[in-house]
């Protein structure tokens, strides 16, 4: 079955990196575009990054210069590094792909804190 398995989040303190996983499994992971979302505390799930499946990204503004995705289509995992993190970026961090199938992972916490 299609499986979507998020790893490396965890407690960072302001100004510290994070490199998120997500190993896919069930499907052909070149063929689909791969993201990562981000839902906080009381707000709604919202994207961070995306990847196509030529590897074309796109980063939202809030995080561009700080975050980067990438992909491994050998290893069948998408990244996502999180440099310089502030503590608004706290939340649980969702892996996503899309069109065939359309699934997400499970989330990953990420909190930054002193």
């Known amino acids: 079955q299609v499986q979507l398995v998020e790893s490396g989040g965890g407690l960072v303190q302001p100004g510290g990196s994070l490199r998120l996983s997500c190993t896919a499994s069930?499907?052909?992971?070149?063929?689909?575009?791969m993201a990562w979302y981000r839902q906080a505390p009381g707000k709604q799930r919202a994207l961070v990054a995306s990847?196509?499946?030529?590897?074309?990204?796109n980063v939202v503004d809030s995080v561009k210069g700080r975050f980067s995705i990438s992909r491994d289509n050998a290893k069948n995992t998408v990244y996502l590094q999180m440099n310089s993190l502030k503590p608004e970026a706290t939340a649980v961090y969702y892996c996503y792909t899309a069109p065939r199938p359309v699934a997400w992972g499970q989330g990953t916490q990420v909190t930054v804190s002193s």
């Open positions: 069930g499907f052909i992971f070149s063929f689909n575009s």
């Open positions: 990847i196509t499946s030529g590897g074309s990204t």
